[in-house]
């Protein structure tokens, strides 16, 4: 008995349809989400959202964001999401080094939190991107 899974980023949906499990990084840790799962919200932390069907697997990055589970659906609300394949080495890691060399430099509280934000989420992809190509 699969649940329905809509996730969707501020730019786009990324994916919709049943699936038989989920597994994301929560604000407490990674969490799986099996169906009738009890109902939860939580904050997603930067990584990979797990999507298995069958015996398929997908593989989303998600840069934060939210998971609604309800008794009849689960929503993934993304600040920034894309398909792992999406993902390109070269550009994460700029991104990396870019929001490193800000870090090391003399920020606001503000800009430090933004900064920091940005460097998990280049640090994540690069993990997804990585994993994902071997």
């Known amino acids: 008995m699969p649940v329905p ?3 969707v980023s501020v730019e786009r949906s990324l994916f919709e349809g049943d699936v038989d ?3 994301a990084n929560g604000a407490d840790g990674e969490l799986g989400v099996l169906p009738r799962h009890a109902a939860l919200m939580t904050i997603l ?3 990979a959202l797990k999507i ?4 398929e697997e997908q593989l989303l990055f998600v ?3 939210f998971l609604e589970v309800l008794p ?7 600040d920034v999401a894309e398909h792992a394949e999406e993902i390109s080495i070269e550009q994460a890691e700029a991104a990396r080094k870019r929001a490193q060399e800000r870090l090391a430099g003399t920020l606001t509280t503000s800009e ?10 280049a640090e994540a992809r690069l993990r997804l991107a990585r994993t994902r190509r071997g």
């Open 45 to 47: 932390k930067p990584g």
């Open 112 to 121: 430090e939190v933004e900064f920091n934000q940005a460097l998990a989420i």
């Open 72 to 78: 009849d659906r689960v929503t993934v609300l993304a």
């Open 5 to 7: 899974l809509r996730v």
């Open 52 to 55: 298995v069907q069958g015996t």
């Open 21 to 23: 499990f989920i597994v």
């Open 63 to 65: 840069g934060g964001g």
